[in-house]
């Protein structure tokens, strides 16, 4: 190896870096994050990526492009974080080059989000407004804790409020749907009108990291052994997560507001698709024309605030078709054991795109919490 080229490859490197490799029993391994020490400020570095080859039994590799963005993310700090230039493609190989006036930098396949990350956002959400709590979720497998935020304002009794349900990282390797939960979040505590109403008329829960195991590991989390946490909404799930989410879920449907539930994701490489959904005929009304209206209200929202993009108004369905375990994904699980009036989506927000950083994800989450201001507001006050 040359003097100040770092040749990165995945597993390899991470291995060297990190200790370990992305276990394929634990999730697609494609996530990867790492420092780079001994750089000689002001010289360009070159960083060579390759895809991991570790497989379960009988499977094929992972498709490398989901462990190669366009843009690679850095930072000096482990605070700031920015898009490398965009990478160049090199057979196997996908090469960024990074000139920085530091000695050591990170590296990572998206702006990194940890449990850690999580517990900080919901203790300084909780100290700066005296309507959020830090909350835990439950304890995961391995006794990690889950960090929640739970928000209301105001005298309303918890049946007079509307129940509204956001997660993130089901799939551990998704960081950008936490800073999506974040975004969310940090504008429902805000001074804004508009958030202060939702929450004196809502009560909201928000888990920025589900799989905190997967995540805290640097694990993929997709479609790990049993299964993944988004396919695992049974009678009797594997994960503690589920089971307390579905506990808490349980009761705001048993009290008729289990109102909105919003489970966020990042998708495919290249998919513009903005909402994953039941088919409507599996749905009854109103539900089809509540979540139809959620819909175009997001949309409307979203699009004009150069948000990751692409993304397609136009909903994917994840019906039989889509999965065997269809019926075990989160928000199809809630649909389906919700109230009539439940809307509960899947959100992708786009991670391999100019905007796919951590101003863009928190974008879209402050408007995906606006829009669930301006729906709840066309729906009857809880009596
Ligand atoms: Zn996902």
Redesign the pocket.
């Known amino acids: 190896m040359k003097p100040h080229e770092q040749s990165v490859s995945c597993p390899g490197a991470i291995q060297h870096a990190a200790g370990r490799v992305g276990d394929p029993a634990r999730g697609w391994p494609c996530w990867w994050y790492f420092r780079i020490d001994g750089i000689t400020p002001g010289e360009t570095i070159t960083l060579r990526l390759r895809g991991s080859t570790a497989t379960l039994e009988k499977q094929k590799p992972l498709w490398d492009f989901w462990a190669m963005p366009t843009q690679a993310t850095f930072s000096i700090d482990g605070k700031t974080w920015q898009h490398t230039k965009i990478g160049r493609r090199e057979k196997e190989w996908m090469v960024y080059k990074l000139k920085l006036d530091a000695t050591s930098a990170f590296v990572a396949w998206g702006p990194p989000y940890t449990p850690k990350t999580a517990a900080k956002f919901v203790r300084e959400m909780s100290e700066k407004s005296p309507h959020a709590t830090a909350a835990e979720l439950c304890h995961s497998r391995e006794d990690r804790p889950v960090p929640m935020l739970h928000v209301r304002e105001g005298e309303r009794t918890s049946k007079q409020r509307f129940g509204v349900w956001v997660q993130a990282r089901?799939?551990a390797w998704?960081s950008g749907?936490s800073w999506v939960a974040q975004g969310f979040g940090e504008w429902l505590i805000s001074e804004d009108n508009d958030a202060a109403w939702l929450r004196q008329h809502a009560e909201i829960f928000l888990v920025p990291v589900m799989d905190v195991d997967n995540t805290a590991r640097g694990d993929g989390g997709?479609n790990a052994i049993p299964q993944d946490h988004?396919r695992d909404w049974s009678k009797k799930p594997h994960w503690n997560e589920i089971v307390a989410v579905q506990r808490m879920i349980g009761g705001l449907i048993d009290e008729g507001r289990m109102d909105v539930f919003l489970d966020l994701?990042?998708?495919g490489p290249r998919d513009p698709v903005f909402f994953y959904v039941l088919p409507t005929e599996i749905l009854k009304e109103p539900a089809i024309t509540l979540r139809d209206r959620f819909i175009d209200l997001a949309y409307a929202r979203i699009r004009k605030i150069k948000p990751p993009i692409p993304m397609s108004n136009k909903p994917r369905v994840t019906g039989p078709a889509y999965h065997p375990l269809w019926k075990q994904i989160s928000s199809n699980w809630v649909s389906m054991n919700g109230n009539p009036h439940t809307v509960s989506l899947c959100l992708?927000a786009s991670w391999n795109h100019k905007n796919s950083t951590i101003t863009g994800y928190r974008a879209v989450g402050a408007n995906l919490a606006a829009t669930v201001r301006e729906y709840l507001g066309e729906r009857p006050e809880k009596q």
């Open positions: 089901q799939h998704e749907s997709k988004n994701h990042n998708p992708e």
